[in-house]
Nanobody, 114 residues
Framework: QVQLVESGGGLVQPGGSLRLSCGASGVSFSNYVMAWYRQAPGKQRELVAR???????YYVASVKGRFTISRDGAKRTVYLQMSSLRPEDTAVYYCYAGWQHEYWGPGTQVTVSS
């Protein structure tokens, strides 16, 4: 059974950092596009960062220079390193994998507040 599970969310003060992890099981994701999305209350889910199998990256403008998406060597875990966090980064963050099929994790809450 294919599963994506996020971890690393929590409460952080503005200006702080968090690293989200997405663990994959059930299939090798080496050929997949991996991505992080987020959904804030009352808003649509938006793409935050994307990493292709060739290691090309994309970031939404609001997180460029602050967030970094990466994949480990075994390609079983994808990370989102988030720095200089702002209150507007508060959202549920979802891991996504797409190629022949699409998979989503259940999400992890990130709250940026003083």
């Amino acid at each position: 059974q294919v599963q994506l599970v996020e971890s690393g969310g929590g409460l952080v003060q503005p200006g702080g950092s968090l690293r989200l992890s997405c663990g994959a099981s059930g299939v090798s994701f080496s050929n997949y596009v991996m991505a992080w999305y987020r959904q804030a209350p009352g808003k649509q889910r938006e793409l935050v960062a994307r990493l292709t199998s060739a290691n090309f990256t994309y970031y939404v403008a609001s997180v460029k220079g602050r967030f970094t998406i990466s994949r480990d060597g075994a390609k079983r875990t994808v990370y989102l390193q988030m720095s200089s966090l702002r209150p507007e980064d508060t959202a549920v963050y979802y891991c996504y994998a797409g190629w022949q099929h699409e998979y989503w994790g259940p999400g992890t809450q990130v709250t940026v507040s003083s």
